[in-house]
Nanobody
């Protein structure tokens, strides 16, 4: 059974930082591209960041503007998202996703809420 479990969300003031983590099980982790997406009510999920199995290719959503860093630990089967210089419009539910190389199905976690507010 595939499981992705996000953690690290919470309430933070503008300009602050949060570190999200996603623990996985049930997949051969180093065969999967890992994703962070986010979603606000009434909006589609938006790509925050992605990282390929060996970590050689990384992409970020345009709104990231150098503030976030995605990384992965293939031994621990986890993916992290370090978020700095957070802004109120970063408030969203953040989801971890995993997609097999060349595959079309994406596994998702249940998400973790990030709220940026003073």
């Amino acid at each position: 059974q595939v499981q992705l479990v996000e953690s690290g969300g919470g309430l933070v003031q503008p300009g602050g930082s949060l570190s999200l983590s996603c623990e996985t099980s049930g997949i051969t982790f180093n065969w999967y591209t890992m994703y962070w997406y986010r979603q606000t009510p009434g909006q589609e999920r938006a790509l925050v960041a992605s990282i390929t199995p060996a970590g050689t290719n990384i992409e970020y959503g345009e709104f990231v503007e150098g503030r976030f860093t995605i990384s992965r630990d293939n031994d621990q089967k986890t993916v992290q998202l370090q978020m700095d210089s957070l802004r109120p419009d970063d408030t969203a539910v953040y989801f971890c996703g995993a997609r097999y190389i060349g595959g079309t199905e994406t596994y998702w976690g249940r998400g973790t809420q990030v709220t940026v507010s003073s």
